[in-house]
């Protein structure tokens, strides 16, 4: 049964922390999203890659989030330094160019104290 | 992409159909109806899309008005797994799909 893998499923840090967050695609996918969610906020797009290259992080916090995926199997999120408004579930779904289904991981429950 | 408008809530009877109804009265020619659905603490799942005709599949059925400016999700036989927050989205297929989601439709199953 295909389906996205992120780690750790929970996250509790310190202020000023580094956090890494990964997500494995499905096997095949070549589009990689991710989203936040808070109650404030609801989901938001933080970035989404095509073929590893990313091709939008504009909802993504510049000076402390940055988005990578090393190989296809892989795509990292980091926070450097956290802070406590970064507490959030943190989605990463993958997809394939030119279908229309997005398959959502189990998220990354993060706790930023 | 064309916005949504959604009843903050419903509450259905377990066995019975649930229809969400959906506004997206600015949709474009070439924008899709999507709905997605998010359980608790759970990733969200597709459920369902169409562009103008209706749609059925194993979980859901869609219903698109002729002028599009509206729709309705249909669960036919509403379990108590069905509860969890329902979205409706639209948006262009033919472009990189980035899917954004409004705050939904908590929809309620009672038994």
């Known amino acids: 049964d295909a389906r996205v893998t992120q780690t750790p499923r929970h996250k509790v840090t310190e202020m000023g922390q580094e956090v890494t967050m990964r997500c494995q695609p499905i096997?095949?996918?070549?589009?990689v999203f991710w989203y936040r969610q808070t109650m404030m906020q609801g989901l938001e797009l933080l970035a989404y890659?095509?073929?590893?290259?990313?091709?939008?992080d504009s909802g993504m916090p510049k000076d402390r989030f940055s988005a990578e995926m090393p190989d296809a199997t892989l795509a990292t999120l980091k926070i450097q330094p956290s802070e406590p408004r970064d507490s959030a579930v943190y989605f990463c779904?993958?997809?394939?160019?030119?279908?229309?289904?997005?398959?959502f991981g189990q998220g990354t429950r993060l706790t930023v104290v | 992409d064309a916005k949504t408008t959604q009843p903050p809530s419903m509450d259905c009877a377990e066995g019975r159909a649930a229809n969400l109804p959906c506004n997206h009265s600015?949709?474009?020619?070439?924008?899709?109806v999507y709905w997605y659905r998010q359980i608790h603490s759970q990733g969200p799942q597709y459920i369902i899309h169409?562009?103008?005709n209706n749609e059925t599949n194993e979980m859901a059925s869609l219903i698109i008005t002729e002028d599009r400016k509206s729709s309705t999700l249909i669960l036919p036989h509403a379990t108590l797994r069905d509860t969890a927050v329902y979205y409706c989205i639209v948006r262009v297929a033919s472009r990189d799909y980035k899917l954004s989601f409004g705050a939904g439709t908590t929809v309620t199953v009672r038994a």
């Open positions: 600015t949709i474009s020619g070439n924008e899709y």
């Open positions: 096997l095949g996918h070549n589009t």
């Open positions: 779904a993958s997809g394939l160019q030119g279908h229309t289904e997005a398959f």
């Open positions: 169409g562009l103008k």
């Open positions: 890659f095509r073929n590893r290259a990313p091709l939008d």
